[in-house]
Every structure is written in structure tokens, then in C-alpha cells.
């Protein structure tokens, strides 16, 4: 899907990548995060977005997080639109001015308050700053909206999307339901993208999008197509257990998609704390999903030939 007329001039619709960040000896590595950059657009995504909550955004101060855009701006090179995601609090409209400076395409507001007056003056403050930039707002913990206070955050003309971080069918249903049609709806968990999917999401955002972009293609195109029963199958060979995987035990969310990184060779540094290295028995279970992974697509390429 080519990123053209959309929103503020940015299309957010499609396939989302993000752009994970690499750490080496502490220091963010903005080489090996401008190659992963690159291999995901050189795989297709449609969207990619630098500092986003797996990219342990909660951890990158603000100088690392522009680093961070300038490396993943240079290396997407104009083939698809960057995302910059940032905490909505009182630096992000000083942020967003920056963001837009260097060239960022939209931004996706990660929520630090439950109060939806807060984030409403946040979205003021952030488009006034940032008047060229799409605005995307990441509806999760700790906020949690009802179908009026959406409407009240849709009085801001620059919020363009939602990427759903509840993983309530019911909820995301009742807020779609909210002026239809204005807003591009992303799914933000790959396991859940059957449901949310059924339910109009526009976009998906898959963190397996990091080392197999292919993979969230293909999930797609069956989707588009309604082969659920083949849709089903992928999504088992690989979002499922992968997902299981990531939150069996805490702080190893970041690490296991890391681990499937480096299991396709590429470089994803490491990780900072609170996240942990993976156990000897949990990085051979990554890797070998990574393998059936790359066994299921092959048997998916079979069938379409």
C-alpha cells in the first residue's frame, strides 16, 4: 500500500513496523536501529514507528528519542511515513515541535493519566505546536475511554487514529461506533488481530513486523481476502505462541521479540532494565518459532503458486 492522500497528507492505514531500540554498553546503537528501520521498510511495512512502547520507550530520554527519529527518518528515506511516539505529558507539544522539525509524518501519543480533560488539552497543546502532523493517540492503561469522552478528544481535527490497547472487543466496538469513518483504527496485540479485524481495524501492528515483515503481509492478505480458516493456521504458527511467549513471566516482553531478531540475523543490541535477559530454554523456544515461522510462510507460498 502506497503511503499517499490521507490525513493531514499521511496515509495510516496497513501495515505498522516498529522500529525497536538497539542498546550497546547502555548507549542507544543508532546504527544498528537505522538497519532495522531499513529491513522492515525494505519488507513492506506501510507505517513505521521509532520509540514506540516496545522500543521501551519509558526508558529513552528525550535526546536519545530524537537520536533515535533522525536514525529511522535517514534510513525509511522517504518510502514510507515515521511515527514518532512520545509520552502525553507536559514536554509533549516542546516534543512534537521538535518531531516535526526533523521531519517526523504524524505522532502517536502514548497516555500517562486516566484524565481525558488532561490529554484533551495535551492533543491542543501538541497541535498547535505540531499544526502539519497527523495525530494518533494510543488508547491503553491508564486510560481507558468511553464512547463521549472519544467524541470530546474528536473536537481536535489533527487525532487521525486510535491504535487499541485494551483488547476489549466490546469497547473497541462501542468507540468505533464514535463518527464513523474519521478515525484509522489499528490493532496493537498480532493475536488479536481476528477479532479486531472482524471488527473494521484498518491497520495492524505486529511487533513480529521487527524481523518478519512478510509474515504480517500475509496475515493481511488473508484477512482482506476472508481465507479465516488460513488465517487462523498462521496466526498459530507463530502470534499465538509468540505472544505466550512474550508475557509468561514479566520483563521479557522486549527480550523475546529481540531473540527473534537475532534469530533472523539481525542486530538488536541489547535490551535496558527493567527488561531481562531471556533464559537459555526461553531463547530456543523463540528460535524455534522463528523456524516454524519460516516453515509456515513457505507452506503458504506453495499454496498460492
Given at each position: 500500500?502506497?503511503?499517499g492522500p490521507g490525513f493531514l497528507g499521511v496515509e495510516l ?82 516534543t512534537a515541535r521538535r518531531a516535526a522539525a526533523l521531519g ?130 498462521l496466526l498459530a504458527a507463530h502470534a499465538y505462541p509468540m ?63
Amino acid at each position: 500500500m502506497p503511503w499517499g492522500p490521507g490525513f493531514l497528507g499521511v496515509e495510516l492505514q496497513g501495515l505498522w513496523g516498529f522500529a525497536l531500540s538497539p542498546f550497546a554498553h547502555g548507549e542507544l546503537d543508532c546504527d544498528a536501529l537505522a538497519a532495522g528501520a531499513a529491513f522492515q521498510v525494505a519488507g513492506g511495512v506501510d507505517v513505521l514507528c521509532c520509540c514506540g512502547a516496545i522500543a521501551q520507550a519509558d526508558v529513552l530520554a528525550a535526546a536519545e528519542r530524537e537520536s533515535a527519529l533522525a536514525a529511522v527518518l535517514a534510513a525509511a528515506a522517504g518510502r514510507a511515513p515515521v511515527v514518532l511516539a512520545l509520552p502525553a505529558d507536559g514536554a509533549a507539544a516542546a516534543t512534537a515541535r521538535r518531531a516535526a522539525a526533523l521531519g517526523a509524518h504524524a505522532l502517536l501519543l502514548i497516555p500517562v493519566s486516566e484524565h481525558v480533560e488532561a490529554l484533551a488539552q495535551t492533543l491542543a497543546d501538541v497541535a498547535a505546536a505540531a499544526p502539519d502532523l497527523a495525530l494518533a493517540l494510543y488508547h491503553r492503561p491508564p486510560l481507558r475511554l468511553t464512547p463521549d469522552a472519544l467524541a470530546r478528544l474528536c473536537e481536535h481535527a489533527s487525532l487521525a487514529a486510535v491504535k487499541d490497547g485494551h483488547r476489549d472487543a466490546r469497547l473497541y466496538r462501542q468507540l468505533r461506533a464514535v463518527e464513523p469513518g474519521r478515525l484509522t483504527w489499528i490493532v496493537a496485540y498480532e493475536d488479536l488481530l481476528l477479532p479486531f479485524g472482524a471488527l473494521g481495524a484498518e491497520a495492524f501492528s505486529p511487533v513480529s513486523a521487527s524481523y518478519a515483515p512478510a509474515y504480517g503481509r500475509a496475515c493481511l492478505a488473508l484477512l482482506a481476502r476472508g481465507d479465516l480458516a488460513a488465517l487462523r493456521s498462521l496466526l498459530a504458527a507463530h502470534a499465538y505462541p509468540m505472544m505466550d511467549l512474550r508475557f509468561s513471566r514479566p520483563h521479557i516482553d522486549v527480550a523475546s521479540v529481540k531473540a527473534a531478531q537475532r534469530a533472523c540475523g539481525l542486530d538488536a543490541g541489547q535490551e535496558r532494565p527493567p527488561q531481562v535477559p531471556l533464559s537459555v530454554a526461553e531463547t530456543a523456544r523463540a528460535e524455534r518459532l522463528v523456524a516454524d515461522l519460516g516453515d509456515a510462510l513457505a507452506a503458504l507460498s506453495e499454496v498460492a503458486a
